[in-house]
């Protein structure tokens, strides 16, 4: 007696695609949604979402990359550490080959 109606489930492909066109304005939500077959709410959550993700596209693609404070020392004094056992070995290894002059 019921009919149990399934839920489409849409590719975040279709999404994206979806909630572009809806930010690019040329058409209303309304033409949008009844294009493409979904709910006009569903169209203006895909894209507020877009909007919101757009940030995230740009993130850390140039400039420096933030140092944390903690490992900064920590590689200063590995650094230190291997400098010290070049100039010990370079010591070591002169007075051993210059010895004729």
Do not use: C
């Not at 944390?68 to 291997?82: C, K, N, Q, T, V």
Request: net charge positive; hydrophobic share 30%.
């Amino acid at each position: 007696m019921s009919e149990t109606k399934k839920r489409k489930v849409h590719l975040p492909e279709f999404k994206a695609k979806v909630g572009l066109e809806a930010l690019r304005g040329v058409k209303t939500i309304n033409e949008i949604a009844q294009e493409y077959g979904v709910h006009p709410v569903q169209v203006s959550q895909w894209k507020k979402e877009s909007q919101e993700q757009a940030k995230s596209l740009f993130e850390g693609k140039r400039g420096p990359q933030p140092v944390a404070a903690h490992s900064e020392p920590d590689r200063l004094y590995g650094e230190i550490g291997r400098l010290k056992m070049e100039l010990d070995w370079l010591k070591k290894n002169r007075g051993g080959t210059n010895n004729g002059r």
